[in-house]
């Protein structure tokens, strides 16, 4: 097939028309009916990137039949420690008895240090790289070693909660099957632990896990959210305040799916649902894990409206959100990375390119690895705007991609 049928094909998949997609890539529908027709030469790459991102592809050989394409602006290089962190997942010990495991609570102590350097450290991705293998190696050994019912569901709670730190540091790398495999090893552990709010964080990871997989699986994404979100109502008017705020993440990843989906009126709707959850949540409290609170409704709405391709919108919600309110770094910069979407979006490629900057500002690692700051950055770099495509080389170069 050529680029324009595999265009066309996945167009049709998504149920788009052709004026849609002319006007989320800013062309005209001629120009997209020529493309599929095969009467206009192949885009340029910074093109292609666009295709790619309002067609959902996730894999550029989907779109272009060729392995030949930067396919790693999507996932993201290998980070240094992968090699190490992989292979404590995929080791299988056998021999419980060759030491003894530390006590659970002492676990627990190491992996909240563990989330909190996360949240505070710029090269966050090195900080828990280097902490994950020893915390795998001796939550693994705790659950085996437990004698009772009580420590065995306690030391599960902690393997569960390793495991999401994992599938933190797995995301957006070139490793899909072993952040699959932790994502599917978190929900067993947290279900075995019976801990609320552990199973809301595992089923948490495990729907972005499916929804970034791709549309295939926004219904089983889906499932997911609503039968967590089933098992946790009850709970909710006892509920500790880590239970409610997960309860309330569930319903903004519901928005989020939906949003992906491009059905405003469920996104919006769940977003109002999490932020009636947050508003019952303390002002200052943040939730370890997920980020959930009341500052960050604010990008969550920027998100929503970036989702749904609503370039205006997302504007008008990145100018209300306060990023300084976010106290984590990376989910910081992830807002940046959002709100750059929405001015590229918005046809703001200058302020798109200074967003992406306060980006790297608040963590390095989590800007080099997002895909969709590596597209901006590399589209930027081909514009005929010279002092645009200097700014843009200058980003491209600390990300460590090509800038042509």
Known sequence: MTFGQRMQLLRERRGMSRPVLAGLIGRSPSWVKQVEAGTLHLPRLPMILRIAEALRVRDL????????????????????RLPEVAAVINAYPFNASD?????????????ARAWTARHSAPNHRDVIGRLLPDLIRDAQLAVR?????????????????????????????????LLWRVAERGMVAAQESDDPHVIGVAAWLMVQAHRDTGPSHYEAADAVTLATLR??????????TDVLAIAGALRFEA??????????????????????VAERLPGDYYHPVTS????????????????????????RQAAAADATAIPSRPRRARHRIEEARGYQLAGEPDMALA???KAHQA???????????????????????????????ALAVKLGIPAT
């Open 145 to 177: 070693q437990a004698e009772t019912g009580a420590e065995r569901r306690a030391a599960q709670a902690v393997l569960a909660q390793t495991y999401n730190l994992s599938q933190f540091f797995l995301a957006y790398q070139p490793e899909s099957a």
């Open 61 to 80: 050989a989907e779109l272009t039949g060729t392995q030949s394409m930067p396919a790693d602006l999507f996932i993201g290089p290998g980070h240094d």
């Open 355 to 357: 967003t992406l900057e």
């Open 363 to 393: 963590a390095p690692e989590t800007i080099r690895w997002n895909g969709y700051a590596r597209c901006i950055v590399l589209e930027e770099t081909n514009t005929r705007a010279p002092r645009r495509r200097q700014r843009a080389a």
């Open 231 to 240: 098992y946790l109502e009850p709970l909710l008017p006892d509920a500790t």
């Open 255 to 276: 928005g989020y799916t939906a949003a992906r989906r491009g059905d405003t009126g469920a996104a919006w709707g769940w977003w109002d649902k999490a932020r009636a």
């Open 292 to 315: 959930f609170s009341r500052a960050i409704m604010g990008a969550h709405a920027v998100t929503v409206a970036v989702e749904l391709r609503a370039g205006g919108e997302s504007v």
């Open 99 to 111: 030491r003894e495991a530390p006590p659970t609570a002492h676990l627990a102590a190491r992996l």
